[in-house]
Nanobody, 120 residues
Framework: QVQLVESGGGLVQPGGSLSLSCAAS????????MGWYRQAPGKQRELVAS???????NYADSVKGRFTISRDNVKNTQFLQMNSLKPEDTAVYYC??????????????WGQGTQVTVSS
């Protein structure tokens, strides 16, 4: 089992920056892919950014060049640096971890979600 604790988020003006972090703890063999998703009211949850164990990153087109995902494998923590924020970035942001657990199977774990609001 892996537990995820998110921090960061809040209210920021358009053009501003915010940083999210997500720390994983628990019992696992390895942490593989890590990622951030978001869900705006009335919309489906969508992938924002992901990073593999080998540090290969992937971004939604809407955030390329503005958001940066990174990870600290020693602390089992992932980060999302969000710059040049726009009102359309307003959503609840969820971190996700894919890990290898018991019986060497892969499992997913989700954070509790943190609200990001971009508004003047």
């Amino acid at each position: 089992q892996v537990q995820l604790v998110e921090s960061g988020g809040g209210l920021v003006q358009p053009g501003g920056s915010l940083s999210l972090s997500c720390a994983a703890s628990g019992t696992f063999f390895s942490i593989n892919d890590m990622g951030w998703y978001r869900q705006a009211p009335g919309k489906q949850r969508e992938l924002v950014a992901s990073i593999t164990a080998g540090d290969t990153t992937n971004y939604a087109d809407s955030v390329k060049g503005r958001f940066t995902i990174s990870r600290d494998n020693v602390k089992n923590t992932q980060f999302l640096q969000m710059n040049s924020l726009k009102p359309e970035d307003t959503a609840v942001y969820y971190c996700n971890v894919r890990f290898t657990g018991s019986r060497l199977r892969e499992y997913d774990s989700w954070g509790q979600g943190t609200q990001v609001t971009v508004s003047s």
